[in-house]
């Protein structure tokens, strides 16, 4: 009895998860000339424009490419600075947390225009991607942070400590038996990390570089003039696409690893 | 965990790269605009001549803003709780539960964050409008004669906010409850305690790590979000985050804009470490 | 306060079998022993009666009512688990709180009992330590305090002093033994340790490979095993073949061995000349410098404190193995005298 | 290699356009590459002051006069050399207010539109978003973050009070006008969706709109128009200045100008281009009726605009 | 191939002094056990000398090399861990391969050991089963070959037996000792099982809450306890009190007490009429219904298989236990004689 009370909460929430989603879809399927919902009959078109514009195609691939850097790099730093954080941090644990969680306590404007001021001001300037990935790592890197963390605190010290006693060293240890044992959290900051970068707009309308745009950059411009259910048709393929990812994360990395 | 004492400086290893990366591309940039809020408004240039406490006096003296800031903390507030109520029953399904369709699920948690955040709001107007379905169907129903004040207010900002922040919630709650060890549940029950006596007694506590990952994290991003509540607010209800980028971009008020947001930065952090200490002396999980 | 019946009681694992139909009835106040070799579905069994495992067949009854669909919070056991399962978040006195808080036992009592409790294990001073913080034995008497704590009417008690030191053990085994009688609980103990099986129980179960063996009181398992398993199993043992002499009135019959003759019950109709084999202990051997007996040769010895192992070899080539007190000291190459009793031998059934 | 200039531009549609028309034709013209940097008025203004006066990462601007104002203050711009710049003498006056440092190369002018369907009398003037009961509760405004927004204060400033800078009467006005839906841009969206049925729009979205098949109309109010201008500036230390000049030159153009015209529905600024007969109800405002377009004081606006910001979120609901 | 020594190794937890100043000294290619009650600091010392925990003060050298900084994965031990620390994320085969892996051994000699240590601790069909599908016992004895596997320099075993049967302990133990003696591998055992630690051990060290409290051969632990605790500890005890009859030549003495005369060493040059503490183990008293010896009442008997226990009342009123095989049976009430021989006595040193 609880088990159907509890079941159908949690069926409840799915159901909010997916309502606005629902509707962007929806909408994509528009074969009127805007977005409107319910759609005025169903049509593909939408997705044909879509696949006709250039310009979306290049931003995507810019997304894509700044996104897998970024995630690299805060997923390494982050996950480096979360075993630090559960096992040495000791006393400075709350700074630490507060140090890893500050960009995302600053509001990402004014971090974008410190950094824009920043990156001028050594010289660099946005004339390369150098910045945006920056501003990208720094919002992205307490995701992955704040996963990693928790799956640390479940993890057994006996582990490393067996590791230890068969010979292994830092990086084996790490690579073999701590990785795959925080697994979950490491995918899931990343994921986080990913298509947060992804959606980033501030950061990356302020500090990219002259001549790209990603994908966020491209839809706010689009939808400042065209309103059309081409956005949706976007949306709705970058929603799939990450769904894509994430299942076959899940089938082949696993976002679970059965310890018990 | 520790080796020896030539060793013993290695953990600094692990977060040093973060410390450097934070340090010179946040703390340093940051010098400036901490320096910017001590400045006089400029007229024709970002800041005028010499230093002044004048913005943060504007800031803490102004009941409006005041105001702003016990609003924007109320929304943080009630969306993390929000999404700790919605959140752990689901995280709880996702850890434990052996559905098939766990990979779809997982998708379907992190839903919201795949959707840009201007087409996710037109999704939201499109349900919560005062022309929405939700709105239109009461009224069609006739449950309704005047549409329901959904949207363009702080209802509607939360419930945005909650949606989004969810899968915040969800998957650190999910990694600490996939770190129990499920026989600590059978010795609950073993003991003769119910279902809900083995969450709030065993689960909760246990899972505390990911609980307040998960909190801080819905908090702190409530705390700075700005599109969503100038989109679904409809420029009604102000928050601290809008009314920094109205202040830093839209009206080109940098000094008095940082102090907002440094304003802003500071009181999110304070009640952040507030929150960890607490919920570490409630719950010794550790 | 509670009578246990088991009945074909089955639990697969995908394809493997871990407990394969058993059925056994426990009395009421009763306490009982599982006894068989690493793996044989013990801990499984345990954990289908508590209500932690889905049972694949068979039936589990509480007093005569079916209890597979009554949840384990419901069934008021106790249990100790194997790997203690502590509530690492709790402090060893707030581990033995929790069942008395789930009985809503008012507070001045339940500190009296977890005093009590946590004084017979000796680990008073520990009461405001967390499990993490505790010896692995430290952990395992937290484990059994908070079983007994709760005095249940079923007492599931899986291994509860395997990490304890024999001294430990015993004063343990009082213990339990002491609130399991005042209470009256059904117990059911597994154990890996043959002599701790013996001492404690009321019947002793062996099981082997999901199955049980047999099933009887402690001496009957020891000196009557069923099989040439159990016979192993509980205890060292001597097998030999013997050859049937005589059939004596008393449905017995006389055989003659290596060691000389045995008198053993002959509840198969064996006829004169027919082999069987044979069970001999031991400890049931005499050894002697002058005799009486068969002549034989030490072969090798061990020395464990209390008793001395010997191997032995006989005239016929054939070897044996013998314990005596350390008192009764040979080296390797003496010769001896080895002498059994007629009536120390047993039959094995299922030898023929 | 040939010389290349950096093209700051509006993403989205207007990029398009710029990549495949605009571009290629003054690369033919000039023989020189363009790179295009879409952004708008904040990303630029951002950039720039990030970079300083002396070295800027562009060598042109155009921007709405809202934000070349304050850059200019600033001293980003250079007075135009107008011996460089021929075509600015055909520009209407409109499009010359800043006293030769910037021009005025596109005009968006904004009326009032509605949903047809969805209002039984149509506006004549802004101040039937008072008068008109069908509108209670159902008006969409731009707010105050965008250019529009600072418009409309002016606008309701002049209309109910003395004149632009009576800025109290303005509010007042804003407060009467009871629960508004405001946006930052796109008001599209609200009007489609029918969260609002009136709003200030410009000719070109509603056009726009409108060949989407939204029953949706605009008028030109009484009291007259308020428009989206983007200004032409030079930097003063331009790294390609005289480039710069080529490509004002070249966007002042009649040619230029008749291409933006019919993809954007934009108002020529260049008194040469004669809109065409197929136009005329896509861009109704040419010629005489550019005057019609009101316009504001930037400087008086832009030093004032962080404690009108402040009332104004304080005012309006 | 390693020697171990240990000089004034001590471990603080916060306040709580778990290892207080051990020195011992293992020779190279030695095994000794750990023997000592729940909590008395065996698994710290093990950990301290693995490098798992860090040492408060004192020195752990391996063949005269300070090792107190040389990080644990350099020490080239093998250890079986309490809680066994199985890798959860890797198969059984996986869990062995891990440390074969870390030493380079070639894949199809790194196949061969597998399953030649899977054979050996009777796992080869459970080879690609995880630890979480296994058995308490199953999962113990992976955790025992994954350290053996490596054969290791030094092999630190905590409780590797803890979780067995007394047939699988035993087989365990030979393939232990047959691994350590072919390798020459320097052992340290902690066991909390007296009989195991005599069985096995080369030496035995006996702690008590943090010290030493004796270490020395199997016998000498046993049949020559530096105290009472010690005595008391490895097995059961009888202490007497007896009186100094008379000093013997060859520096013992003749003492007299309730069960007759008793000849032990005399080192603290004790004096006629002394009164001293004497331990008499249980198994070293005779026991017969006719004599010789002093006669004694059965008060109650215990039966453990293999062995039985009795306590008896002597006729001035003392209680001893007595142990005997159960071929000698005897009821309670019985009149018995009880008898040991003035050998084996033991005078404890602590005990004036
Ligand atoms: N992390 C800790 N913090 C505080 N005290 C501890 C900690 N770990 C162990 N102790 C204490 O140190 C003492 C020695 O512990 P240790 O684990 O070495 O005992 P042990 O001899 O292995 O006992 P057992 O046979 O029960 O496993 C115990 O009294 C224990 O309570
Ligand atoms: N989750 C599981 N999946 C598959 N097989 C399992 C699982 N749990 C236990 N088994 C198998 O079932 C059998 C019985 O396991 P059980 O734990 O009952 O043994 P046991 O008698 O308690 O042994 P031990 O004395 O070693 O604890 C074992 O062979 C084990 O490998
Ligand atoms: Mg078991
Ligand atoms: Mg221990």
């Given at each position: 009895m609880s088990r159907i009370v509890f079941t159908v909460y949690c069926l409840i929430i799915y159901a909010f998860l997916l309502a606005p989603i629902l509707v962007v879809v929806g909408a994509s399927f528009n074969a009127g000339a805007f977005l409107t919902f319910p759609p005025q009959g169903l049509s593909f078109r939408w997705y044909g424009v879509f696949f006709n514009n250039e310009v979306f195609l290049r931003a995507i691939k810019t997304s894509l490419w700044v996104a897998a850097v970024s995630t690299v790099i805060s997923g390494i730093i982050g996950t480096m600075a979360a075993i630090y954080f559960?096992?040495?941090?000791?006393?400075?644990?709350?700074?630490?947390?507060?140090?890893?969680?500050?960009?995302?306590?600053?509001?990402?404007?004014?971090?974008?225009?410190?950094?824009?001021?920043?990156?001028?001001?050594?010289?660099?300037?946005?004339?390369?991607?150098?910045?945006?990935?920056?501003?990208?790592?720094?919002?992205?890197?307490?995701?992955?942070?704040?996963?990693?963390?928790?799956?640390?605190?479940?993890?057994?010290?006996?582990?490393?400590?067996?590791?230890?006693?068969?010979?292994?060293?830092?990086?084996?240890?790490?690579?073999?038996?701590?990785?795959?044992?925080?697994?979950?959290?490491?995918?899931?900051?990343?994921?986080?990390?990913?298509?947060?970068?992804?959606?980033?707009?501030?950061?990356?309308?302020?500090?990219?570089?002259?001549?790209?745009?990603?994908?966020?950059?491209?839809?706010?411009?689009?939808?400042?003039?065209?309103?059309?259910?081409?956005?949706?048709?976007?949306?709705?393929?970058?929603?799939?696409?990450?769904?894509?990812?994430?299942v076959v994360t899940e089938k082949f990395l696993g976002l679970r690893i059965h310890r018990f | 965990m520790t080796t020896g004492s030539s060793h013993r400086h290695a953990p600094l290893l692990l977060i040093a790269p973060a410390a450097i990366l934070l340090f010179v591309f946040l703390v340093l940039p940051y010098l400036s605009i901490v320096v910017m809020s001590f400045r006089t408004p400029g007229q024709g240039s970002p800041y005028g001549e010499g230093y002044t406490l004048a913005n943060y006096a504007r800031f803490f003296g102004d009941s409006f803003y005041l105001g702003q800031i016990a609003n924007t903390l109320m929304i943080g507030f009630i969306c993390?709780?929000?999404?700790?109520?919605?959140?752990?029953?689901?995280?709880?399904?996702?850890?434990?539960?052996?559905?098939?369709?766990?990979?779809?699920?997982?998708?379907?948690?992190?839903?919201?964050?795949?959707?840009?955040?201007?087409?996710?709001?037109?999704?939201?107007?499109?349900?919560?409008?005062?022309?929405?379905?939700?709105?239109?169907?009461?009224?069609?129903?006739?449950?309704?004669?005047?549409?329901?004040g959904l949207m363009y207010n702080t209802l509607g900002i939360v419930i945005a906010l909650t949606h989004v922040f969810l899968p915040f919630m969800i998957l650190p709650i999910m990694s600490a409850i996939q770190g129990i060890d499920p026989s600590l549940e059978s010795a609950a029950r073993s003991l003769g305690a119910s279902r809900a006596t083995i969450i709030r007694r065993i689960i909760l506590p246990l899972s505390m790590p990911g609980i307040q990952a998960g909190c801080i994290l819905t908090f702190v991003l409530s705390l700075s979000a700005y599109v969503t509540p100038s989109l679904i607010g409809g420029s009604k209800v102000k928050t601290m985050a809008v009314s920094v980028v109205d202040a830093l971009v839209d009206t080109f008020q940098w000094p008095f804009g940082s102090a907002l947001a440094l304003g802003l930065a500071v009181t999110g952090g304070v009640i952040v470490v507030l929150f960890s200490r607490f919920t570490r002396m409630t719950w010794k999980a550790n | 306060m509670t009578e246990v019946s088991i009945e074909q009681l089955t639990k697969d694992y995908g394809t493997h079998r871990a407990v394969a139909g058993i059925s056994v009835r426990i009395r009421d106040g009763e306490f009982i022993s599982l006894l068989g070799p690493s793996g044989c579905g013990k801990t499984t069994t345990l954990k289908m009666i508590a209500g932690f495992e889905d049972v694949s067949s068979g039936a589990i009854r509480f007093d005569g009512r079916d209890v597979v669909n009554v949840p384990a919070e419901r069934r008021d056991i106790g249990m100790v688990f194997q790997n203690y399962a502590l509530f690492p978040h709790m402090t060893v006195a707030g581990n033995l709180a929790f069942g008395l808080e789930m009985r809503k036992v008012p507070k001045v009592q339940m500190q009296e009992r977890i005093a009590r409790v946590l004084d017979m294990v000796q680990l008073t001073s520990h009461a405001d330590r967390y499990p993490r913080q505790l010896s692995g034995g430290q952990q395992q008497r937290v484990a059994l305090a908070r079983a007994l704590v709760i005095e249940p009417?079923?007492?599931?008690?899986?291994?509860?002093?395997?990490?304890?030191?024999?001294?430990?053990?015993?004063?343990?085994?009082?213990?339990?033994?002491?609130?399991?009688?005042?209470?009256?609980?059904?117990?059911?103990?597994?154990?890996?340790?043959?002599?701790?099986?013996?001492?404690?129980?009321?019947?002793?179960?062996?099981?082997?490979?999901?199955?049980?063996?047999?099933?009887?009181?402690?001496?009957?398992?020891y000196e009557k095993p069923s099989s040439i398993e159990v016979a192993q199993f509980v205890g060292q043992v001597n097998l030999m073949t013997m050859v049937v002499e005589e059939r004596l009135a008393d449905d017995r019959v006389r055989l003659s061995g290596p060691l000389g003759e045995a008198v053993v019950p002959n509840p198969h109709a064996l006829r004169k000349g027919e082999r069987v084999t044979v069970a001999l202990r031991p400890e049931a051997i005499d050894i002697s410098v002058t005799g009486p007996g068969q002549s034989a040769t030490v072969l090798s010895s061990h020395y464990s404190g209390s008793l001395m192992d010997y191997r032995l070899q006989l005239a016929d080539g054939s070897r044996i193995d013998v314990q005596t007190f350390p008192r009764q000291r040979f080296a390797e190459g003496d010769s001896v005298h080895v002498h059994a009793p007629a009536d120390r031998y047993w039959l094995l059934e299922d030898a023929e | 290699a040939g010389k290349s200039l950096v093209v700051p531009t509006l993403g989205g549609a207007w990029e398009q356009f710029w990549r495949t028309e605009l571009a290629p034709a003054f690369t033919a013209k000039s023989g020189a590459a363009v790179t295009l940097d879409t952004g708008n008025g904040r990303v630029w203004s951002a950039n720039l002051r990030a970079a300083g006066v002396a070295k800027p990462p562009y060598s042109f601007l155009m921007t709405n006069e809202a934000f070349a104002n304050s850059l200019r203050k600033e001293g980003f711009f250079e007075k135009l050399d107008l011996s460089k710049l021929p075509n600015y003498a055909d520009l209407y006056p409109l499009a010359k207010k800043t006293d030769g440092w910037g021009a005025i190369a596109m005009v968006s002018p904004i009326g009032l539109a509605y949903r047809t369907d969805m209002v039984k009398t149509p506006p004549k003037g802004w101040k039937d978003l008072w008068t008109n009961p069908e509108f209670k509760g159902r008006i969409g405004l731009y707010n105050f973050a965008n250019t529009a927004g600072k418009m409309e204060l002016m606008?309701?400033?002049?209309?109910?009070?003395?004149?632009?800078?009576?800025?109290?009467?303005?509010?007042?006005?804003?407060?009467?006008?009871g629960p508004i839906i405001q946006a930052d841009f796109n008001l599209s969206t609200g009007i489609a969706s029918g969260e609002f049925v009136v709003a200030p729009f410009d000719f070109g979205e509603v056009a726009r709109l409108r060949k989407q098949g939204l029953p949706i109309d605009v008028i030109i109010p009484e009291e007259g128009m308020l428009m989206f201008d983007q200004t032409l500036n030079i930097l003063a230390n331009a790294p390609e200045k005289e480039l710069a000049y080529e490509y004002a030159n070249f966007m002042l153009s009649p040619e230029a100008?008749?291409?933006?015209?019919k993809q954007f529905y934009v108002s020529p600024t260049n008194s040469k281009v004669v809109v065409p007969a197929d136009l005329k109800a896509d861009v109704p405002i040419s010629g005489a009726q550019m005057d019609n377009i009101l316009t504001w004081d930037w400087d008086f606006m832009n030093s004032k605009q962080g404690e009108l910001a402040e009332v104004w979120a304080k005012t309006v609901k």
């Open positions: 559960v096992q040495f941090a000791g006393r400075l644990k709350d700074g630490v947390r507060i140090a890893m969680m500050a960009p995302l306590l600053l509001p990402e404007v004014l971090t974008a225009i410190a950094l824009l001021f920043f990156v001028y001001a050594i010289g660099i300037g946005t004339q390369t991607m150098f910045a945006m990935i920056v501003g990208h790592v720094l919002i992205t890197l307490p995701f992955v942070f704040i996963n990693v963390s928790t799956s640390l605190e479940s993890y057994d010290p006996a582990w490393s400590m067996a590791a230890r006693s068969l010979g292994a060293g830092a990086f084996t240890r790490f690579r073999r038996i701590m990785l795959p044992l925080i697994k979950p959290g490491v995918i899931g900051g990343c994921l986080f990390a990913f298509i947060i970068s992804f959606d980033i707009f501030t950061i990356s309308f302020m500090l990219k570089s002259v001549g790209t745009a990603t994908l966020p950059i491209q839809l706010y411009d689009y939808l400042r003039t065209n309103f059309t259910p081409e956005a949706a048709a976007v949306s709705t393929l970058s929603v799939v696409l990450t769904l894509v990812v994430v | 993390t709780l929000a999404c700790l109520l919605l959140g752990f029953p689901v995280a709880w399904q996702l850890a434990r539960g052996t559905s098939r369709l766990r990979g779809l699920a997982y998708g379907v948690v992190l839903s919201p964050l795949l959707v840009g955040i201007v087409i996710r709001s037109y999704g939201w107007t499109i349900l919560l409008g005062n022309n929405g379905v939700i709105n239109r169907s009461l009224m069609g129903l006739g449950l309704i004669d005047r549409p329901l | 009417k079923i007492l599931l008690l899986d291994e509860p002093l395997a990490n304890l030191d024999a001294k430990l053990r015993e004063e343990m085994r009082v213990f339990i033994r002491d609130i399991q009688r005042r209470v009256g609980i059904t117990t059911v103990y597994v154990t890996h340790d043959q002599a701790e099986a013996m001492t404690m129980s009321d019947r002793v179960v062996v099981m082997f490979g999901g199955r049980i063996a047999q099933c009887g009181s402690p001496s009957d398992i | 606008l309701f400033s002049k209309l109910f009070g003395k004149d632009q800078y009576d800025v109290d009467a303005g509010f007042k006005a804003l407060e009467k006008l100008q008749a291409l933006l015209m």
